[in-house]
């Protein structure tokens, strides 16, 4: 009995060790990833990925995968989108050492890219202004998008307005209520916001909708989708637009600390900020990288937004990943306390990278979130998008662990403003 129990204890402590050392090292890929050569022709990142839509849309999703290729070979375009990253969004964005949050969390040194900073408030405008360039090679007259939070929808206006489109945004009717701010922002920029009445009303509903009127109006309209999820090209293209983040913090650290970080945070949505700064490190095997999910109340059914805790692979709106599903495949319920995070699906890509172990994946729960929130806030005087803030409420905890030698890079995706009124209720503000 007393040999059956100490084997017990012994088989525990080993398992705690091993967490921990999941915790410390960082993870070595079995074998190196050549990041150019993903996804395939068909768009698929290992068994993810693909195009799982109508036979409709083939022909528009064809169109659009051949005028990328194109517009990517072509130095104009390359021109052109340079110069709107700079002169509109407002890049480079810095990557700024968070001295006072270095010395709160007392380990390792913080780095963080400010993707703040950039027009409209969030990463999302890289993609905006790289697909409506796309848009007006391909002789489109007329944009339409889906928003959840309404992040993505006030980027598309704002590059519509710029360029001249017409604009729908597609946005459930539930999401408006909860983000007027966002959808009044859109109006004035001169987009027409349409509710979207079916399902729970919020951002899968109006994926649906965006879809449905891509379908009937494929040949004047560009569907910009905002994250790097759905069918072949978008996660590619998604991806591509953003990939400008990593490329600049590689610049910047190696201009400030002469190396490369120890560890990289960013938080995961559907995945296009996440991706975008851990693109031009994924070959860097000594850079442990982190995506952050939504835990939401906690890892409960119907209560969190991680699809890697207790997600399985499936098929949603045009792409094979892991996803928040009952036993019949039916779409579980989500919560998270970002909009912006508050997903089913994740994209593809991270799907991939997630079985080689090349990012590990970790989540961060509203109550941590509201706490992260505030310190930044208090200690640095920047205010973080709640979506950002799970980023930052895992670095709050790892920081600590790491020595004061080490370096660790956070993607500050986007700013608070958005979120100050429901910070107030939340923190119980009069
Ligand atoms: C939309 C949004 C996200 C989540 O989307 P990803 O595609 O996962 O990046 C994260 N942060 C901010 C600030 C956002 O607006």
């Known amino acids: 009995m007393s040999v059956v129990r100490s084997f017990l204890i012994a088989i ?9 050392m999941a915790l410390t090292t960082p993870q070595q890929t079995a074998t190196p990833i050549d990041r150019y050569s993903l996804p395939d022709a068909a768009g698929h990142f290992g068994q993810y990925g693909g195009m799982y839509v109508p036979e409709t849309l083939m022909t528009p999703l064809f169109e659009l995968t051949k ?3 194109k517009a990517q070979a072509d130095p104009k375009f390359r021109e052109e989108l340079a110069f709107m990253l700079k ?42 202004i790289g697909q409506a360039i796309l848009a007006k090679r391909m002789g489109k007259k007329r944009i339409i998008a889906e928003t959840g939070a309404g992040q993505h929808g006030v980027a598309t206006a704002a590059v519509c307005a710029k360029f001249g489109f017409e604009c729908v945004v597609y946005m459930g009717a539930v999401d408006m209520e909860r983000q007027a701010l966002n959808v009044f922002r859109m109006r004035l920029m001169g987009a027409e916001v349409r509710g979207v009445e079916a399902g729970q009303r919020t951002l899968k509903d109006a994926v649906n909708e965006a879809m449905r009127d891509w379908v009937t109006n494929c040949r004047d309209t560009h569907y910009i989708l905002g994250s790097a999820l759905g069918s072949h090209p978008y996660p590619m293209m998604v991806r591509d637009f953003h990939k400008v983040i990593g490329e600049e913090a590689k610049r910047q650290i190696l201009e400030a600390e002469g190396r490369l970080p120890d560890e990289m945070i ?31 109340h906690g890892i409960e059914q119907g209560q969190h937004a991680a699809r890697f805790e207790g997600g399985k692979v499936g098929v949603l709106q045009g792409s094979k990943t892991f996803i928040l ?14 909009a912006g995070l508050d997903y089913a699906a994740i994209g593809p890509e991270h799907a991939f990278y997630h079985d080689r172990k090349r990012i590990e994946y970790a989540y961060a729960t509203d109550d941590d979130v509201m706490k992260a929130f505030q310190v930044l806030s208090r200690i640095e005087g920047i205010i973080p998008a709640l979506e950002s803030t799970h980023a930052l409420a895992y670095a709050l905890k790892r920081a600590p662990q790491m020595d004061k030698d080490q370096i660790l890079v956070v993607n500050l995706s986007g700013r608070g403003d958005k979120d100050v009124q429901q910070a107030m209720k939340l923190l119980g503000v009069e």
């Not at 525990?12 to 921990?20: T, V």
């Not at 968070?98 to 990463?123: F, M, P, V």
């Open 266 to 296: 960013a938080c995961v949505g559907g995945g296009s900020n996440c991706i975008g700064l851990f693109f031009e490190f994924l070959e860097d095997v000594d850079v442990r990288l982190v995506g952050v999910e939504a835990g939401g």
């Open 87 to 128: 002169q509109y969004a407002g890049r480079p964005t810095e990557l700024y050492f968070a001295e006072r949050l270095t010395e709160h969390c007392g380990g390792a040194k913080i780095y963080l890219k400010r993707e703040d900073g950039l027009h409209t408030g969030a990463h999302k405008i890289n993609n905006c």
């Open 325 to 338: 599903q009952n036993s019949d495949g039916q779409i579980e319920l989500t919560h998270s306390v970002s």
């Open 12 to 20: 525990r402590a080993l398992g705690d060790f091993a967490e921990k």
């Open 67 to 69: 005028a990328y290729e």
